[in-house]
């Protein structure tokens, strides 16, 4: 603002004007300072030349630039109170160009809509600063008839606004009882109407938000001022919820930071065996104590052994038998259920298995071929007749 002061008959008069630098553009220019500049005039009594010094102080910026051109196309002695009101239109005239009057209208006319954030009431001022404007302005175009402003104010609220009040006035705009008041009035009960509807729906959300636990801790003030049992029960209902809720969040975070750290390690992964190499498996099953993994019966690359691995598999399947073990000298007692594929872990029953080398030829014989070897040593006398009946 702009602070002037003067001594009329004796009293110190003060006054201010917003000061104009271009930034709100030319319609505040119109509408704000040029009245405001016009009140101070009227009530500090200036003179024309005081008139003309003190509308160049409220001017800053390009808006001083434009003002002192319009104020040289005057001379000294032509500075009257009439030029001053045309040396201000034609200072707009170097802002935007001529007929800034049309472009007003036809800004009111066609382009201004009611924002969604602002009150009816808030935009009919808006609507008559604008309108009260465009009349100071230079143009071609006439202002508006009451009907034709009418149409132009109904016109920038929304269309389902415009259809209820059609639907409630038969006249319409036409209707001379009818004026931007009252058509304000009207609006301003549809905005009152959405805006109970939307703080409604907001206080709905809000409590089901509080009725799901979605708020764990009460306010100091209902806190202080509880002091039932039931609210006593609800707040602690509130805080074994948050209690809970903060160590499932702690363990979600210790499970990612553990995950996190094992995936960081450089697992060393088992260097896979060549053929010449020992045998992890089985470290004391061949002659020697060890055998090469190449030769390993369980190695899948080893072909002969799978071969002879499934003759083996077959022939044990349909010749199953339970384990035999040796009571005294050269006894063989071999009992139902207690059958094995292998010698492993059972007593040799051949006397002359005292070598590691014919152990090992013994591990890996099958039932059928060390039955056969104990008849050709022992004789078929020797065998009991309850072993028989399972080969």
Not at 43 to 58: A, H, I, M, P, R
Not at 67 to 91: E, G, K, P
Not at 350 to 375: C, L
Request: hydrophobic share 25%; aromatic share 8%; proline share 4%.
């Amino acid at each position: 603002y702009e602070k002037f002061q003067k001594n009329v008959n004796g009293s110190d008069l003060r006054a201010r004007v917003p000061i104009a630098d271009g930034s709100r553009g030319i319609e505040h220019l119109v509408s704000v300072v040029w009245e405001a500049f016009d009140k101070a005039r009227t009530k500090l009594v200036w003179t024309v030349g005081e008139t003309w010094d003190s509308f160049e102080q409220c001017m800053h910026g390009n808006y001083l630039e434009f003002w002192q051109n319009a104020r040289d196309m005057y001379a000294v002695n032509q500075r009257t109170a009439a030029n001053f009101n045309r040396a201000r239109l034609n200072m707009t005239v170097l802002m935007k160009g001529p007929s800034q009057r049309d472009t007003m209208f036809y800004y009111l006319q066609n382009k201004l809509k009611k924002p969604d954030d602002i009150q009816p009431q808030d935009h009919l001022m808006r609507h008559m600063a604008l309108m009260r404007a465009s009349k100071k302005l230079q143009g071609t175009k006439n202002p508006p008839t009451v009907t034709e402003e009418k149409d132009w104010y109904i016109s920038q609220y929304h269309q389902e606004w415009r259809e209820k009040y059609d639907f409630k006035h038969d006249g319409g705009i036409s209707d001379p009882n009818q004026t931007l008041i009252t058509i304000t009035e009207f609006m301003q009960k549809i905005w009152d109407r959405h805006s109970r509807k939307k703080h409604n729906a907001q206080r709905r959300r809000s409590k089901k938000r509080k009725h799901y636990g979605h708020r764990h801790s009460r306010s100091p003030s209902r806190s202080s001022s509880s002091g039932s049992s039931s609210s006593s029960s609800s707040s602690s209902d509130d805080n074994k919820h948050h209690k809970k809720n903060k160590k499932k969040q702690k363990q979600q975070v210790h499970y990612q930071n553990n995950r996190r750290s094992n995936n960081g390690k450089n697992d060393t992964k088992i260097k896979p065996l060549d053929d010449n190499e020992p045998c992890r498996v089985h470290a004391n099953a061949g002659p020697n104590g060890q055998h090469p993994w190449g030769e390993c019966r369980i190695n899948p690359k080893n072909r002969s052994r799978n071969s002879n691995f499934q003759q083996e598999k077959n022939s044990n399947g349909n010749n199953q038998q339970g384990k035999s073990s040796t009571q005294g000298q050269g006894r063989s007692n071999v009992r139902p259920g207690n059958h094995s594929h292998f010698v492993d872990g059972v007593q040799d029953i051949s006397p002359k298995a005292n070598t590691p080398e014919q152990h090992y030829t013994e591990a890996v014989m099958t039932h059928s071929d060390r039955r056969a070897k104990a008849e050709e040593e022992w004789g078929n006398d020797r065998i009991s007749p309850e072993s028989r009946q399972y080969h």
